[in-house]
């Protein structure tokens, strides 16, 4: 069994470790963890998206971008 856990390193306290000790009772289990990325540290991440984010942010500070209706994207 897997479980994936997200959530702010506050909200480690006893009742998560509690939590972990009941869903894997008996188990021997592995825990990793990682530090989640927000969307733009993503996106700069990778240079192929970072060069089209920075083109994107560039030709809006100039003005050329086009306004767009929610209502018309389907």
Known sequence: ???TFKLQSEELDQS???AI???FKGKSISITVKADLDETEYLLSNPV???RLVLAIEKFKKGQFKD???KDLK
């Open 21 to 23: 000790k009941s869903l």
């Open 68 to 70: 767009v209706d929610l």
């Open 16 to 18: 998560f470790l509690n």
């Open 49 to 51: 998206m970072k060069k």
């Open 1 to 3: 069994m897997q479980t």
